[in-house]
């Protein structure tokens, strides 16, 4: 089991620029989660998805974040543009869930995004 | 609706113990608990989904008390190894969905 991989894992960018980040869940997961951590508002959720659909997307910030999970294996984070307050490790998380089960999150190794 | 985690932050000597606590104000389906090391990723300890259920990972342990909205995660006889940033995430219905609060931090000393 190869775990949750992100990409990058390190991306520096100059404000007002695009930025994408990106996650593959772990196979068989039905629910894929968007975390940005910082200092001052540590593991905040930002959206997440089941079976491919968006459910909550309440904690995105503002309008220049978008999300996507085009498939089972892939989702994406957009920021465009970008500002330095966005700067922040952004983790992508899997698991699966049932009405019978718990089950963990499985945390990506994340990307630190730093926006000068 | 973020759980609130007290201390914010310990400092120990190896071999004591500390008790770090996660209170929500809404009634909880599960409470999970993960650590997390400088520059790593959280990491899996443990979940609780009964009330007043207690469970344990090696001298770690916790326990759920439903009523209270509460739990309390256990660190008995500490190591040097269970330093790092101690997470609760909060599931309020069983909807997959897990909010976590703001972590606290513990330094064990040799």
């Given at each position: 089991?190869?775990?949750?991989?992100?990409?990058?894992?390190?991306?520096?960018?100059?404000?007002?620029q695009e930025v994408t980040?990106?996650?593959?869940?772990?196979?068989?997961?039905?629910?894929?989660?968007?975390?940005?951590?910082?200092?001052?508002?540590?593991?905040?959720?930002?959206?997440?998805?089941?079976?491919?659909?968006?459910?909550?997307?309440?904690?995105?910030?503002?309008?220049?974040?978008?999300?996507?999970?085009?498939?089972?294996?892939?989702?994406?984070?957009?920021?465009q543009?970008?500002?330095?307050?966005?700067?922040?490790?952004?983790?992508?998380?899997?698991?699966?869930?049932?009405?019978?089960?718990?089950?963990?999150?499985?945390?990506?190794?994340?990307?630190?995004?730093?926006?000068? | 609706?973020?759980?609130?985690?007290?201390?914010?932050?310990?400092?120990?000597?190896?071999?004591?113990?500390?008790?770090?606590?996660?209170?929500?104000?809404?009634?909880?389906?599960?409470?999970?608990?993960?650590?997390?090391?400088?520059?790593?990723?959280?990491?899996?300890?443990?979940?609780?989904?009964?009330?007043?259920?207690?469970?344990?990972?090696?001298?770690?342990?916790?326990?759920?008390?439903?009523?209270?909205?509460?739990?309390?995660?256990?660190?008995?006889?500490?190591?040097?190894?269970?330093?790092?940033?101690?997470?609760?995430?909060?599931?309020?219905?069983?909807?997959?969905?897990?909010?976590?609060?703001?972590?606290?931090?513990?330094?064990?000393?040799?």
């Amino acid at each position: 089991d190869a775990g949750v991989i992100q990409s990058p894992r390190h991306e520096v960018t100059e404000m007002g620029q695009e930025v994408t980040l990106r996650c593959k869940p772990i196979s068989g997961h039905d629910y894929l989660f968007w975390y940005r951590q910082t200092m001052m508002r540590g593991l905040e959720l930002l959206i997440y998805f089941n079976n491919n659909v968006p459910i909550d997307d309440s904690g995105m910030p503002e309008d220049r974040f978008s999300a996507k999970m085009p498939n089972a294996s892939f989702s994406t984070l957009k920021i465009q543009p970008s500002e330095p307050r966005d700067s922040a490790v952004y983790f992508c998380a899997s698991r699966r869930q049932g009405l019978t089960y718990n089950s963990p999150l499985h945390f990506g190794n994340g990307t630190r995004l730093t926006v000068t | 609706q973020q759980p609130v985690q007290s201390p914010q932050a310990v400092i120990l000597r190896e071999g004591e113990d500390a008790v770090i606590n996660c209170s929500s104000s809404k009634a909880l389906y599960s409470v999970h608990w993960y650590r997390q090391k400088h520059g790593e990723a959280p990491v899996f300890l443990m979940i609780l989904l009964k009330g007043g259920e207690q469970k344990g990972h090696e001298k770690i342990s916790a326990s759920f008390n439903e009523k209270k909205q509460q739990s309390s995660l256990y660190l008995t006889a500490s190591q040097l190894s269970y330093s790092g940033t101690y997470f609760c995430g909060t599931e309020i219905v069983n909807t997959g969905k897990l909010i976590f609060g703001q972590g606290t931090t513990l330094q064990v000393k040799p």
